[in-house]
């Protein structure tokens, strides 16, 4: 059988228009993010790890799709670095995604939480500009993007001047006459007390302005014991100008009893009458630089008391108040002679001098021992011829004139003259203390004995100090007792009635020198006892029957020999003041200035003041030593008279003051 093989063709072929569908390639594969949630924190940059895939392992590559709106991003690599916008805190968001060489990933979410941080205030710089002497204010600022509350604190003080801070404001005081441009720095702190990074710096500049000269405004005293006529010429020192212009004077409040002429630096006042009331006289000056004056003037005080005291040495001896005026009892020797005389100076109550009365009985030297009144308003002086053997000489003058003039068979330091004008004296014979009284043609009229040292005493050798008549007709007498060449006192007291009669004994003795230097007798019938206790001050007062009341010791201690009483008087107001001197603590030591002390009437003690102190100018000198030595009542005033050295001699001094110190005259 024959075979027959037949050929189909087969064709494929495809129509746009129908039939089955071919098969698609496959898609490329792509990488894949994930979404991130970070925590970061405010100023910090925050590094990251991007989290991304690729199926086929293919390397991917890191963009940022969406920026984040507080922020920035870099990237390196697969890591990222989060930058926060400074200060910033919060939320903030952006997007992301991976590439590769196939194709870009999906988009990723990063998600970052910015914990905030106390931020440190930021100061800034300020300036500011003042004139001369004025002070200047300043706000002084910071930012603080916290909103916390800012301290100021100076940290860098300025130069030339000074400055303080209160809340956001500065203070800023430049040195006195100073001028040109200062600085200081200063930070903020939070209430956190962060300090500030950086420190500011206030900026001032001061603008010169032309000072006024200054002047010294202290009280310019001059003590006048001239008439009309009698001129002082004064040195007008203590000003200064800070520019150093040249200095003029000018009197701006002329004076009253005087007139006043300037030349260059030299016041000259010529006195042309006395004022009355007060003997002052003022006047006032001040300085003038061509463009000011001085603020302040300085005043000249014309003290017109009495200064007595001539080109030599004076020494007062006693003073005694009669009929409202007071009776200096002085010594006195001329630079050109080798002898001293005496005078009696009457003082009014404004220590207007009236009549004096001078003697020089004995060739040589003569001093007053003793000025006394008698009950008809005779003053006694007792004049002794001091390291001579004349005898001595009572004078007795009324007015001025002398009424007698008896010379007395012996000398002797105490005599005391009673309102009879009999004579009173005591004196030591052997071991006896003895109290006489003679006539005034020195017939004895009693003599008695008033203490005996043998038997009274512990020591072996007595001083007399003060003797005098008291009110009920007996005599009082004080006296210090000592051993031969020790110099350690006690002191005594003793009262006897009119016949000399010891009625009691008040004896004051304790470690140290106790002495008394003089008493006054009270208005009730009291003794006032005036001295120092191992050179303190020191006040007692006994009664009528020699009993204590009260004593008070005051003073300093600073410098040796420093302080003593040397008179008492009771005051107006009751109470009792006194008078010495004091070397003050305030000075070297090397001077002792007159003191008023105060008590009142218990003895407390109230006030002390000084005078003629170191800057109190007599004619133009400041004195050197002074001291107070009799203080008496004068017609409801206190008159204090004294001694002070001025320009190399001894010159009298007296001032009136009240009941509390103030100066009278």
Not at 23 to 34: K, N
Not at 35 to 51: A, M
Not at 589 to 599: S, W
Not at 652 to 664: L, P, Y
Request: overall charge negative; proline content about 3%; aromatic content about 10%.
């Amino acid at each position: 059988m024959r075979k027959i093989l037949f050929f189909i063709p087969l064709f494929l072929w495809t129509c746009g228009g129908g039939g089955s569908s071919p098969t698609e390639p496959e898609l490329p594969q792509l990488p894949t993010v994930q979404n991130i949630n970070l925590t970061g924190i405010e100023d910090t940059p925050k590094v990251f790890t991007f989290v991304g895939t690729d199926p086929l392992n293919l390397a991917l590559s890191f963009s940022i799709s969406s920026q984040p709106q507080h922020g920035a991003i870099s990237i390196s690599g697969g890591a990222g670095t989060y930058t926060p916008n400074a200060n910033y805190n919060g939320q903030d968001t952006f997007l992301y995604l991976a590439s590769t060489v196939n194709g870009n990933s999906n988009i990723g979410t990063v998600v970052i939480d910015i914990s905030p941080v106390d931020d440190e205030p930021n100061t800034m710089d300020v300036s500011v500009t003042t004139d001369e002497d004025n002070v200047a204010t300043m706000t002084l600022e910071a930012e603080e993007v916290d909103g916390q509350t800012i301290q100021f604190n100076v940290t860098g003080n300025p130069s030339n001047g000074s400055v303080t801070i209160s809340g956001t404001t500065a203070t800023y005081t430049p040195n006195q006459d100073w001028f040109g441009t200062d600085t200081f720095n200063f930070e903020a702190v939070d209430s956190s007390s962060k300090s500030i990074i950086n420190v500011a710096t206030a900026t001032i500049t001061v603008n010169p302005i032309n000072d006024s000269p200054t002047i010294n405004g202290d009280t310019l005293y001059i003590y006048q014991h001239g008439g009309n006529g009698y001129q002082t010429e004064i040195s007008l020192d203590g000003a200064s100008d800070i520019e150093n212009d040249s200095i003029s004077f000018e009197v701006n409040d002329q004076p009253n009893y005087g007139t006043i002429s300037i030349d260059g630096n030299t016041l000259t006042y010529v006195s042309t009458g006395f004022n009355p009331d007060s003997n002052l006289d003022t006047f006032t000056y001040r300085a003038y630089d061509g463009t000011d004056y001085s603020s302040e003037s300085r005043t000249v005080q014309i003290n017109k008391f009495s200064r007595i005291g001539g080109n030599g040495n004076d020494y007062l001896y006693g003073q005694l108040i009669l009929n409202d005026y007071a009776y200096l009892g002085t010594s006195g020797k001329p630079s050109s002679s080798n002898s001293y005389g005496v005078t009696i100076h009457r003082l009014s109550n404004t220590l207007q001098s009236g009549w004096t009365h001078s003697a020089s009985p004995h060739s040589g030297n003569n001093i007053i021992r003793s000025i006394n009144s008698d009950a008809n308003g005779d003053i006694y002086f007792y004049i002794q011829n001091y390291a001579g053997s004349n005898p001595p000489i009572l004078r007795i003058i009324n007015d001025g004139g002398v009424v007698a003039n008896n010379t007395l068979s012996t000398a002797t330091r105490n005599l005391s003259i009673t309102s009879d004008g009999d004579i009173i004296d005591i004196k030591r014979t052997d071991n006896n203390i003895i109290l006489t009284l003679y006539n005034i043609n020195e017939n004895i009229i009693w003599e008695k004995v008033v203490r005996n040292l043998s038997t009274d005493s512990q020591y072996n050798m007595v001083g007399f100090s003060k003797l005098k008549q008291t009110s009920d007709g007996g005599f009082l007498t004080t006296l210090y007792e000592f051993d031969s060449g020790v110099s350690v006192y006690g002191s005594v007291v003793i009262k006897t009635d009119n016949q000399g009669e010891v009625q009691w004994t008040y004896e004051w003795d304790e470690a140290g020198d106790q002495f008394i230097h003089s008493f006054k007798e009270a208005s009730n019938g009291d003794f006032l006892l005036a001295g120092h206790n191992d050179y303190l001050h020191h006040i007692i007062k006994i009664d009528s029957s020699g009993n204590e009341l009260w004593s008070n010791t005051f003073g300093w201690s600073t410098y040796s020999y420093g302080n003593e009483t040397m008179d008492v008087c009771e005051t107006f107001d009751g109470g009792v003041i006194s008078t010495g001197f004091s070397k003050l603590p305030s000075e070297d030591g090397t001077v002792h200035r007159l003191i008023v002390n105060k008590h009142d009437a218990s003895g407390n003690f109230l006030w002390y003041k000084t005078y003629l102190q170191a800057g109190s100018l007599v004619d133009g000198v400041s004195p050197y030593n002074s001291k107070g030595m009799f203080i008496d009542q004068l017609d409801s005033k206190i008159i204090i008279s004294g001694e002070a050295v001025m320009q190399g001699n001894s010159d009298i001094i007296s001032i009136v003051i009240d009941s509390d110190g103030n100066r009278i005259f």
